[in-house]
T-cell receptor, first 116, second 116 residues
Framework: DTGVSQDPRHKITKRGQNVTFRCDPI?????LYWYRQTLGQGPEFLTY????????KSRLLSDRFSAERPKGSFSTLEIQRTEQGDSAMYLC??????????????FGPGTRLTVL | DQQVKQNSPSLSVQEGRISILNCDYT??????FLWYKKYPAEGPTFLIS?????DKNEDGRFTVFLNKSAKHLSLHIVPSQPGDSAVYFC???????????????FGAGTRLFVKA
């Protein structure tokens, strides 16, 4: 399977703990996105990488959130000092610069975070 | 601010009939509009897109119509099949400054039920 993978699929943590999620994009894709989705809402943009460079961050991404994409391959999203409001599905997507279809993105299955 | 709105949370259609999903947007700077389909426990999957310079794009049973003056687009599925039952997200993307990236804004989704 050469799609986007995310690990873990589910994470339950206690408030105040740090968590880290991993995303492995489709290998030839140079763009990588992180989104957050809560119940009844569509994915909300968090941040975007082109290769290893983080080019855009949403104001939703507080200073407790940090994302990296070393070497332009996999990416990690870390949430420090988790709060109950961080409970959501965290989606990763990747795309090719030359998609030609308006930046069609390929999504992973998501990591569901529950903060107790 | 909700730049992309899907005002119908759900839609129920009989198998074989047409499904029409609607979407409104507020920002005239969007370059592309996309529709994604999402099944439970999976990430969204790209379905069809349309450039802002076009008013119609067709792909098999799926057609997207764009009315720029009304800032409205719709997805038509005909004939509808039970396997089309899913959540459909409307999304709009625009080039993000001079970074070469695209920022994508999603609507809240419409859940489609196709009854056999």
């Amino acid at each position: 399977d050469t799609g986007v993978s995310q690990d873990p699929r589910h994470k339950i943590t206690k408030r105040g703990q740090n968590v880290t999620f991993r995303c492995d994009p489709i290998s030839e894709h140079n763009r990588l996105y992180w989104y957050r989705q809560t119940l009844g809402q569509g994915p909300e943009f968090l941040t975007y990488f082109q290769n290893e460079a983080q080019l855009e961050k949403s104001r939703l991404l507080s200073d407790r959130f940090s994302a990296e994409r070393p070497k332009g391959s996999f990416s990690t999203l870390e949430i420090q000092r988790t709060e109950q409001g961080d409970s959501a599905m965290y989606l990763c997507a990747s795309s090719l610069r030359t998609s030609g279809r308006g930046n069609e993105q390929f999504f992973g299955p998501g990591t569901r975070l529950t903060v107790l | 601010d909700q730049q992309v709105k899907q005002n119908s949370p759900s839609l129920s259609v009989q198998e074989g009939r047409i499904s029409i999903l609607n979407c409104d947007y507020t920002n005239s700077m969007f370059d592309y509009f996309l529709w994604y389909k999402k099944y439970p426990a999976e990430g969204p999957t790209f379905l069809i897109s349309i450039s802002s310079i076009k008013d119609k794009n067709e792909d098999g049973r799926f057609t997207v119509f764009l009315n720029k003056s009304a800032k409205h687009l719709s997805l038509h599925i005909v004939p509808s099949q039970p396997g089309d039952s899913a959540v459909y997200f409307c999304a709009a993307s625009r080039a993000s400054g001079n970074t070469g990236g695209f920022k994508t804004i999603f609507g809240a989704g419409t859940r489609l039920f196709v009854k056999a």
